[in-house]
Protein backbone atom coordinates (compact mmCIF):
# COMPACT_ATOMS: atom_id res chain seq x y z
CA UNK A 1 0.00 0.00 0.00
CA UNK A 2 1.47 3.41 -1.31
CA UNK A 3 2.06 5.54 1.61
CA UNK A 4 1.29 9.69 1.28
CA UNK A 5 3.53 12.32 2.02
CA UNK A 6 1.24 13.45 3.93
CA UNK A 7 1.30 10.65 5.93
CA UNK A 8 4.95 10.77 6.67
CA UNK A 9 5.10 14.29 6.81
CA UNK A 10 2.41 13.06 10.06
CA UNK A 11 4.44 10.40 11.43
CA UNK A 12 7.66 12.48 11.59
CA UNK A 13 5.91 15.18 13.71
CA UNK A 14 4.57 12.11 15.62
CA UNK A 15 7.89 10.90 15.91
CA UNK A 16 9.70 14.61 16.93
CA UNK A 17 7.16 14.89 19.58
CA UNK A 18 7.49 11.78 21.43
CA UNK A 19 11.13 12.00 21.51
CA UNK A 20 12.76 13.87 24.09
CA UNK A 21 15.64 16.56 23.60
CA UNK A 22 18.40 17.11 25.44
CA UNK A 23 16.84 20.41 27.10
CA UNK A 24 14.62 21.31 29.50
CA UNK A 25 11.06 23.36 28.70
CA UNK A 26 9.64 25.81 31.47
CA UNK A 27 6.37 26.48 31.23
CA UNK A 28 3.59 28.84 32.91
CA UNK A 29 1.19 27.76 35.35
CA UNK A 30 -1.32 29.58 36.41
CA UNK A 31 -1.13 30.99 40.32
CA UNK A 32 -2.38 28.87 43.02
CA UNK A 33 -3.93 29.92 46.22
CA UNK A 34 -1.94 28.68 49.71
CA UNK A 35 -4.99 29.24 52.21
CA UNK A 36 -6.10 25.53 50.77
CA UNK A 37 -2.77 24.07 51.29
CA UNK A 38 -2.03 25.15 55.12
CA UNK A 39 -3.39 24.09 58.13
CA UNK A 40 -3.02 24.03 61.52
CA UNK A 41 -4.80 24.70 64.94
CA UNK A 42 -7.06 27.90 65.34
CA UNK A 43 -6.07 29.14 61.68
CA UNK A 44 -8.57 31.83 60.50
CA UNK A 45 -9.84 30.96 57.04
CA UNK A 46 -9.50 33.96 54.49
CA UNK A 47 -13.00 35.71 53.58
CA UNK A 48 -11.85 37.37 50.52
CA UNK A 49 -8.58 38.58 48.72
CA UNK A 50 -6.05 35.87 49.39
CA UNK A 51 -2.63 34.73 48.89
CA UNK A 52 -0.97 32.58 45.67
CA UNK A 53 1.68 31.05 44.90
CA UNK A 54 3.51 30.41 41.64
CA UNK A 55 4.70 27.37 40.32
CA UNK A 56 6.63 26.88 36.48
CA UNK A 57 5.58 23.49 34.69
CA UNK A 58 9.43 22.27 34.10
CA UNK A 59 10.13 18.75 31.89
CA UNK A 60 11.95 17.30 29.21
CA UNK A 61 11.31 19.21 25.94
CA UNK A 62 10.70 16.75 22.77
CA UNK A 63 12.76 17.50 19.49
CA UNK A 64 9.63 19.24 18.47
CA UNK A 65 9.84 21.84 21.16
CA UNK A 66 13.07 22.32 20.88
CA UNK A 67 12.86 22.81 16.97
CA UNK A 68 10.08 25.14 17.31
CA UNK A 69 11.23 27.00 20.29
CA UNK A 70 7.25 29.37 20.02
CA UNK A 71 5.33 26.35 20.19
CA UNK A 72 3.99 27.21 23.64
CA UNK A 73 2.64 30.83 24.67
CA UNK A 74 5.59 31.47 27.61
CA UNK A 75 7.73 28.80 26.95
CA UNK A 76 11.47 28.64 27.45
CA UNK A 77 14.05 26.17 26.59
CA UNK A 78 17.10 25.72 28.77
CA UNK A 79 20.14 23.02 28.58
CA UNK A 80 20.45 20.37 30.48
CA UNK A 81 23.23 21.26 32.90
CA UNK A 82 21.14 24.88 33.50
CA UNK A 83 18.59 23.02 35.18
CA UNK A 84 19.80 19.84 36.78
CA UNK A 85 23.64 20.31 37.57
CA UNK A 86 26.87 17.96 36.26
CA UNK A 87 27.05 15.12 38.09
CA UNK A 88 23.07 14.91 39.43
CA UNK A 89 20.71 12.64 38.06
CA UNK A 90 17.56 13.69 37.56
CA UNK A 91 16.16 11.07 40.37
CA UNK A 92 18.99 13.20 42.73
CA UNK A 93 17.50 16.54 41.69
CA UNK A 94 13.79 15.39 42.43
CA UNK A 95 15.36 14.81 45.93
CA UNK A 96 16.96 18.34 46.36
CA UNK A 97 14.24 19.86 45.22
CA UNK A 98 11.74 18.08 47.47
CA UNK A 99 13.94 18.49 50.22
CA UNK A 100 14.12 22.64 49.45
CA UNK A 101 10.51 22.79 49.74
CA UNK A 102 9.71 21.13 52.92
CA UNK A 103 12.68 23.26 54.36
CA UNK A 104 11.19 26.47 53.13
CA UNK A 105 7.70 25.34 54.29
CA UNK A 106 9.49 25.15 57.83
CA UNK A 107 11.47 28.30 57.70
CA UNK A 108 7.88 30.64 56.20
CA UNK A 109 5.91 29.65 58.93
CA UNK A 110 8.92 30.54 61.63
CA UNK A 111 9.48 33.87 59.78
CA UNK A 112 5.09 33.87 59.95
CA UNK A 113 5.59 32.74 63.68
CA UNK A 114 7.84 35.33 64.49
CA UNK A 115 6.43 37.95 62.94
CA UNK A 116 3.05 37.46 65.25
CA UNK A 117 5.09 37.43 68.16
CA UNK A 118 5.33 33.76 69.20
CA UNK A 119 8.64 32.40 70.20
CA UNK A 120 10.91 29.84 67.59
CA UNK A 121 13.79 28.43 68.61
CA UNK A 122 16.73 26.52 65.80
CA UNK A 123 19.69 24.09 66.43
CA UNK A 124 22.01 23.07 64.63
CA UNK A 125 22.44 19.70 63.54
CA UNK A 126 25.24 19.53 61.01
CA UNK A 127 26.12 20.94 57.40
CA UNK A 128 23.87 19.78 54.48
CA UNK A 129 25.18 19.20 51.20
CA UNK A 130 24.02 20.98 48.66
CA UNK A 131 26.24 20.16 45.95
CA UNK A 132 29.05 18.04 45.02
CA UNK A 133 31.60 18.86 42.21
CA UNK A 134 31.97 16.42 39.56
CA UNK A 135 35.14 15.17 39.02
CA UNK A 136 35.84 15.32 43.00
CA UNK A 137 36.19 12.94 45.63
CA UNK A 138 32.76 14.19 47.05
CA UNK A 139 31.49 13.03 44.07
CA UNK A 140 32.22 9.32 44.80
CA UNK A 141 30.65 9.69 47.82
CA UNK A 142 28.36 12.47 49.26
CA UNK A 143 24.96 13.14 47.55
CA UNK A 144 23.19 16.57 47.19
CA UNK A 145 20.53 16.75 50.55
CA UNK A 146 23.50 14.34 52.75
CA UNK A 147 23.62 15.66 56.12
CA UNK A 148 27.23 15.52 57.12
CA UNK A 149 26.54 14.88 61.60
CA UNK A 150 30.81 13.76 61.96
CA UNK A 151 33.97 13.80 60.99
CA UNK A 152 36.68 10.75 61.81
CA UNK A 153 33.33 10.15 64.45
CA UNK A 154 33.84 14.51 65.79
CA UNK A 155 30.51 15.67 65.94
CA UNK A 156 29.83 18.89 63.07
CA UNK A 157 26.84 20.86 63.91
CA UNK A 158 27.58 23.45 60.91
CA UNK A 159 29.60 24.10 57.64
CA UNK A 160 32.20 25.63 59.79
CA UNK A 161 32.67 22.73 61.99
CA UNK A 162 33.80 20.94 58.44
CA UNK A 163 36.21 23.22 57.42
CA UNK A 164 37.69 23.68 61.30
CA UNK A 165 37.80 19.49 61.56
CA UNK A 166 39.69 19.48 57.72
CA UNK A 167 42.13 22.36 58.06
CA UNK A 168 45.50 22.24 58.67
CA UNK A 169 45.57 18.27 57.36
CA UNK A 170 47.73 17.30 53.82
CA UNK A 171 46.92 16.83 50.79
CA UNK A 172 46.03 13.05 49.99
CA UNK A 173 43.99 12.89 53.69
CA UNK A 174 41.14 10.07 54.34
CA UNK A 175 38.70 11.68 56.02
CA UNK A 176 35.48 9.54 57.30
CA UNK A 177 32.04 11.33 56.84
CA UNK A 178 29.17 10.27 58.87
CA UNK A 179 26.41 11.28 56.92
CA UNK A 180 22.38 11.28 57.27
CA UNK A 181 21.01 9.92 54.11
CA UNK A 182 17.14 9.15 53.81
CA UNK A 183 16.94 8.33 57.43
CA UNK A 184 19.76 6.12 57.79
CA UNK A 185 23.77 6.97 58.84
CA UNK A 186 25.89 6.20 56.33
CA UNK A 187 29.96 6.26 56.65
CA UNK A 188 31.71 7.42 53.45
CA UNK A 189 35.59 7.53 53.61
CA UNK A 190 36.85 10.45 50.77
CA UNK A 191 40.95 11.51 50.51
CA UNK A 192 41.38 14.99 50.11
CA UNK A 193 42.95 16.21 46.78
CA UNK A 194 44.69 20.05 45.89
CA UNK A 195 42.17 22.21 45.99
CA UNK A 196 44.41 24.27 42.68
CA UNK A 197 47.64 23.30 41.25
CA UNK A 198 50.27 24.41 43.26
CA UNK A 199 47.91 24.50 46.26
CA UNK A 200 48.59 23.18 50.09
CA UNK A 201 45.07 22.77 50.62
CA UNK A 202 42.91 19.82 50.74
CA UNK A 203 39.50 19.79 49.36
CA UNK A 204 36.51 17.32 48.65
CA UNK A 205 34.75 19.38 46.49
CA UNK A 206 31.51 20.24 47.79
CA UNK A 207 28.98 22.58 48.68
CA UNK A 208 27.36 22.75 51.94
CA UNK A 209 24.47 24.93 53.97
CA UNK A 210 23.47 24.72 57.81
CA UNK A 211 21.36 22.32 58.35
CA UNK A 212 19.48 23.01 61.28
CA UNK A 213 15.96 22.30 63.09
CA UNK A 214 12.76 24.91 63.75
CA UNK A 215 11.05 24.32 66.77
CA UNK A 216 7.79 25.69 66.22
CA UNK A 217 5.22 26.53 69.17
CA UNK A 218 2.43 24.77 66.94
CA UNK A 219 2.50 22.69 64.06
CA UNK A 220 2.17 24.01 61.22
CA UNK A 221 1.39 21.59 57.55
CA UNK A 222 1.86 22.83 54.31
CA UNK A 223 0.72 20.17 51.20
CA UNK A 224 2.37 21.52 47.90
CA UNK A 225 1.37 18.49 46.39
CA UNK A 226 4.43 17.56 44.88
CA UNK A 227 5.97 21.20 43.84
CA UNK A 228 9.21 21.57 44.95
CA UNK A 229 12.25 23.96 45.44
CA UNK A 230 12.11 27.26 47.73
CA UNK A 231 10.87 29.42 46.20
CA UNK A 232 6.70 29.69 47.40
CA UNK A 233 8.66 30.86 50.99
CA UNK A 234 7.48 34.04 50.42
CA UNK A 235 4.04 33.14 49.61
CA UNK A 236 3.72 30.60 52.20
CA UNK A 237 4.93 32.78 54.96
CA UNK A 238 2.56 35.90 54.54
CA UNK A 239 -0.35 32.84 53.91
CA UNK A 240 0.54 31.64 57.58
CA UNK A 241 0.60 34.80 59.18
CA UNK A 242 -2.94 35.71 57.61
CA UNK A 243 -4.16 32.56 58.72
CA UNK A 244 -3.30 33.61 62.21
CA UNK A 245 -5.26 36.28 62.35
CA UNK A 246 -3.02 39.27 60.66
CA UNK A 247 -4.87 41.23 57.63
CA UNK A 248 -1.97 40.81 55.42
CA UNK A 249 -3.74 40.79 51.96
CA UNK A 250 -6.37 43.64 52.92
CA UNK A 251 -8.78 42.24 50.66
CA UNK A 252 -6.02 42.16 47.44
CA UNK A 253 -5.52 38.71 45.86
CA UNK A 254 -1.49 38.83 46.36
CA UNK A 255 0.84 36.45 44.26
CA UNK A 256 4.31 36.21 45.90
CA UNK A 257 7.59 34.32 45.24
CA UNK A 258 10.75 34.52 46.90
CA UNK A 259 12.93 32.21 48.81
CA UNK A 260 12.53 32.71 52.01
CA UNK A 261 15.64 32.81 54.93
CA UNK A 262 15.00 33.29 58.84
CA UNK A 263 15.86 36.22 58.90
CA UNK A 264 13.31 37.09 56.99
CA UNK A 265 15.43 37.89 53.75
CA UNK A 266 13.96 37.14 50.71
CA UNK A 267 16.21 36.15 48.15
CA UNK A 268 15.89 35.44 44.03
CA UNK A 269 14.27 32.66 42.41
CA UNK A 270 14.02 31.33 38.73
CA UNK A 271 11.09 31.03 36.12
CA UNK A 272 10.17 34.51 36.30
CA UNK A 273 9.10 34.90 33.19
CA UNK A 274 6.52 31.76 33.56
CA UNK A 275 5.69 32.79 37.37
CA UNK A 276 4.80 36.16 36.24
CA UNK A 277 2.42 34.84 33.09
CA UNK A 278 0.75 32.33 35.60
CA UNK A 279 0.06 35.15 38.52
CA UNK A 280 -1.38 37.84 35.43
CA UNK A 281 -3.29 34.29 34.64
CA UNK A 282 -4.68 33.70 38.24
CA UNK A 283 -5.85 37.45 37.60
CA UNK A 284 -4.37 38.45 41.09
CA UNK A 285 -4.07 42.57 42.42
CA UNK A 286 -0.57 42.41 42.71
CA UNK A 287 2.60 40.23 42.61
CA UNK A 288 5.32 40.43 45.29
CA UNK A 289 8.79 39.28 43.81
CA UNK A 290 12.48 39.49 44.76
CA UNK A 291 14.02 43.05 44.14
CA UNK A 292 16.82 43.49 41.71
CA UNK A 293 16.74 41.65 38.48
CA UNK A 294 13.96 39.32 39.50
CA UNK A 295 11.96 42.74 39.53
CA UNK A 296 13.19 44.12 36.49
CA UNK A 297 12.30 40.84 34.49
CA UNK A 298 8.87 40.38 36.12
CA UNK A 299 7.88 44.25 34.79
CA UNK A 300 9.21 42.77 31.09
CA UNK A 301 5.86 40.56 31.21
CA UNK A 302 3.54 42.19 34.01
CA UNK A 303 1.49 43.70 30.91
CA UNK A 304 -0.24 46.08 33.52
CA UNK A 305 0.26 43.71 36.58
CA UNK A 306 1.46 45.43 39.58
CA UNK A 307 5.14 44.36 40.23
CA UNK A 308 6.23 44.92 43.85
CA UNK A 309 10.03 44.17 44.20
CA UNK A 310 10.75 43.34 48.08
CA UNK A 311 14.24 42.48 49.98
CA UNK A 312 12.62 41.13 53.27
CA UNK A 313 9.53 39.79 54.88
CA UNK A 314 8.54 43.34 56.45
CA UNK A 315 9.01 45.19 53.33
CA UNK A 316 6.52 42.59 51.97
CA UNK A 317 4.23 43.76 54.74
CA UNK A 318 4.61 46.82 54.59
CA UNK A 319 4.29 47.14 50.83
CA UNK A 320 0.75 45.19 51.26
CA UNK A 321 -0.43 47.42 53.76
CA UNK A 322 0.14 50.44 51.72
CA UNK A 323 -2.36 49.10 48.87
CA UNK A 324 -5.41 50.84 48.64
CA UNK A 325 -9.04 49.24 49.54
CA UNK A 326 -9.49 45.45 48.05
CA UNK A 327 -12.63 44.46 47.16
Do not use: W
Not at 7 to 33: G, N, Q, T, W
Not at 106 to 122: M, P
Not at 292 to 301: F, L, P
Amino acid sequence: MAVTLGAVAVLCVLALELISSREYIFLPDKAHPVAPLVSFAGAHEPTSGGIYFVDVIVRKATLLEQLLGGLHSGASLYPANEVVPAGVSGSQQQQVDASEMKNSQQVAAAVALRAAGRKVTTVENGAIVEEVEPGMPAAHGLRPTDVIVAIDGKQVRSPADVSRLMAGKLVGTGFRFTVLRSGRRVTESLTTVRAAPGSKRGVIGVFLAPSETIRLPIRVSIDAHGVGGPSAGLAFALDVLQELGRNVDHGHKIAATGEIFLNGTVGPIGGIRQKTIGAREAGVDAFLVPAGQNAADARKYAHGLRIIPVKNFQQALHALSTLPPGR
